[in-house]
């Protein structure tokens, strides 16, 4: 694209880079124009940002990444250490493209900065994000506004599993947003993963009582996290930004929509983690998907494309990765114009007769596990995975 030079680019890039390291209350904007445009012009752009919206972290790494891509080709740098987690991120982001042609790269940069711009433009009065983000949670980013409250799981460095304190605060935020003014609520990940699932690293931490009494918490931490998702009240929309594993997938079938990017995969490698199907997928599935296709998931870890995952009922709609944000919040802006009794009591009349039945298979499949959790197949993958012998 002839506006997308990488002259011009360069010269933005640090710009991005100091947003993305948290310079305080720093709000990001270039206009349509700056793209093609003289130092002059990208200047003044650069002279509005603090009038306008943040994009987020992601986007950051997004821009970070198609930048990188875009002038230097696929990811060509040693995978930064542990604990250098904002280096980890971008890398993660860069190299999550792969071989993605440079031109391509271009492209998806320049149409997310125009998309970034033509949002900001049509919001004058956003908010600063500092506002419209609710204090105390630690593993998520949870906000609300235009009717909306959007809980962002917020790990990335680690594809966003899922903690003993991030089922918590998902669960407390679920709590507040069910009682908040906002008409829908919306799932989604930071990064380049939506999530990873349960964190396997949850199964080290063993109490005095010994490893019985430790699956006997996590079985009930697992039952109390699905039924605040069967309970909960408001149209629940997944934004399933990336990858998908475990019981991140699991309970998307407690969703009212699922929107995936055509970069999403659908993983529930249960026999493999020596495991067993929970988020009431036991049942959901083989309603959504029939039985044949829903054991191919759930018994044999078979990974599902976007694509495959919506011809089979999981996904409500796949779109391209590079405007999915764009489009879906779109999309989900129009949606919460809509008048919040009716879409919920149409929630009630479509979930409601199911309800007793999803607690029953919740705990069913609850104490299932506690007793697979105490297996020697799960304890070998688990170690396997925190020792580095096994990767999905
Ligand atoms: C209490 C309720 C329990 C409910 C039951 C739930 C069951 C499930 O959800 S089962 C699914 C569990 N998830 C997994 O088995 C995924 C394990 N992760 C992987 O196989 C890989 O990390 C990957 C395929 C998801 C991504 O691979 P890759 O792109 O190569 O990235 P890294 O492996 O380098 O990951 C970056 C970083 O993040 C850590 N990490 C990722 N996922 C998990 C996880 N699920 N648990 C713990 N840690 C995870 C990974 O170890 C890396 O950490 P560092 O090496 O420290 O950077």
């Known amino acids: 694209m002839a506006g997308a030079s990488g002259r011009v680019v360069r010269r933005w890039y640090p710009h991005v880079l100091r947003s993305f390291l948290q310079v305080p209350a720093l709000q990001l904007h270039v206009s349509k124009t ?21 994009p987020g972290n992601e986007v950051k790494l997004k821009l970070y990444a198609l930048y990188k891509q875009a002038t230097e080709g696929p990811c060509n740098t040693p995978k930064p250490g542990v604990f250098d987690l904002i280096n980890k991120a971008k890398w993660d982001a860069w190299n999550a493209l792969g071989s993605l042609p440079k031109e391509t790269a271009r492209q998806n940069y320049v149409d997310l900065v125009s998309g970034l711009s033509s949002s900001s433009d049509s919001s004058s009065q956003v908010k600063p994000e500092a506002d419209r983000k609710q204090r105390g949670y630690e593993t998520l980013v949870v906000t609300s506004e235009d009717s909306i409250t959007k809980i962002m799981m917020n790990r990335p460095a680690k594809k966003n599993a899922i903690t003993t304190q991030m089922y918590n605060e998902i669960m407390l935020a679920l709590k507040a947003a069910s009682k908040d003014d906002s008409a829908i609520t919306v799932l989604t990940g ?36 699905v039924d605040c998702f069967i309970d909960f009240p408001k149209p629940l929309i997944a ?44 049942y959901t599935f083989p309603k959504i998907m029939g039985p044949a296709k829903a054991a191919e998931m759930l018994i044999f870890g078979k990974k599902l494309t976007a694509a ?24 989900l802006k129009a949606y919460s114009k809509l008048p919040p009794n009716a879409m919920r009591i149409s929630k009630q ?28 197949e799960c304890t070998n993958a688990v170690m396997n995975f925190l020792t580095r012998k096994a990767k999905l």
């Open 34 to 54: 700056a793209m093609r445009a003289s130092q002059k012009d990208f200047e003044s752009a650069l002279s509005q940002v603090k009038l306008l919206k943040d």
């Open 308 to 331: 495959e995952a919506c011809a089979q009922g999981l996904v409500s709609e796949v779109f391209p990765d590079s405007t999915f944000q764009k489009e879906v919040w779109t999309r």
């Open 239 to 282: 934004a399933v930004n990336g990858p998908a594993v475990g019981i991140s997938v699991t309970i998307l079938g407690l969703f009212d929509t699922v929107y995936a990017s055509s970069r999403a995969t659908f993983h529930t490698p249960f026999s493999h983690l020596g495991q067993s199907p929970e988020g009431c997928s036991s």
């Open 349 to 376: 009349v479509i979930r409601n007769r199911e309800k007793e039945k999803l607690h029953a298979i919740n705990a069913e499949e609850s104490r299932v596990l506690q007793e697979r959790w105490l297996s020697d």
């Open 190 to 225: 930071n990064g380049d993963y939506y999530s990873s699932g349960n964190d396997l690293s949850n199964f080290t931490d063993i109490p005095p009582e010994g490893i019985e009494e430790k699956a006997k918490s996590s079985a009930i931490l697992l039952r109390d996290f």
